[in-house]
């Protein structure tokens, strides 16, 4: 199985700040990676699907990057609900696969 | 609006066995792969099966190959899955999942999920 690291584990970070959250494949993906947002208690949501495409309904100053193995997303200044954890996901090849999450808390 | 709802979570032993339900509203189940991803207490997301929309072979987690079985019935906008053999580590909260594509495929629409604990 494809395997997903994603670094870092936490950061901790203020409002209004830039933020960028990794994520590495044990293979090539071509774009086909996802993050999704999870808040405590919350079901996930998706933010970004295709590698870089913005899901309807979420804010611009999220954005992702990346293709092969190695992507990024990226959120500008930093509002109060986004302090939450984000999990990146491959869904190149069976069976899918999540990383083990990016924690983003309050400084 | 898209609406998920799970069912069928509860306190089982080990070895034992439970069948989820999620009964889908909101959109054209028959159009659209679904999937099982489950999220074990304060650990992260972890996919565990997926049907395509024609209901075309499953594909299972290796944790769970064997002894998980996914299935759909769009007649009745519903998605199962049958869990066998039971172990502690797949006390979870399950969560029933849509699948879209536009290029690639990804995970749009999540249910509340439904509580499982395998526990003697």
């Known amino acids: 199985a494809i395997q997903l690291t994603q670094s870092p584990s936490s950061l901790s970070a203020s409002v209004g700040d830039r933020v960028t959250l990794t994520c590495r494949a044990s293979?090539?993906?071509?774009?086909?990676v996802a993050w999704y947002q999870q808040r405590p208690g919350k079901v996930p949501k998706l933010v970004i699907y295709?590698?870089?495409s913005l899901e309807v309904g979420v804010p611009s100053r999220f954005s992702g990057s990346g293709s092969g193995t190695d992507f990024t997303l990226t959120i500008t200044s930093l509002q109060p609900e986004d302090f939450a954890t984000y999990y990146c996901q491959q869904l190149n090849e069976y069976p899918y696969t999540f990383g083990p999450g990016t924690k983003v808390d309050v400084k | 609006d898209v609406q998920l709802v799970e069912s069928g979570g509860r306190v089982e032993r080990p070895g034992g066995s439970l069948r989820l339900s999620c009964v889908a509203s909101?959109?054209?189940?028959?159009?659209?792969?679904m999937n099982w991803v489950r999220q074990g207490p304060g650990r992260g997301l972890e996919w565990v099966a997926g049907v395509f929309w024609n209901g075309g072979s499953p594909y299972y987690a290796d944790d769970v190959k064997g002894r998980f079985t996914i299935s759909r019935d769009d007649a009745k906008n519903s998605l199962f899955l049958q869990m066998d053999n039971l172990r502690a580590d797949d006390t979870a909260l399950y969560y029933c999942v849509r699948e879209n594509w536009d290029q690639t495929f990804y995970l749009d629409h999540w249910g509340q999920g439904t509580q499982v604990i395998v526990s003697s």
């Open positions: 295709d590698a870089s």
């Open positions: 293979q090539d993906l071509t774009s086909a």
């Open positions: 909101g959109f054209t189940f028959s159009e659209y792969g």
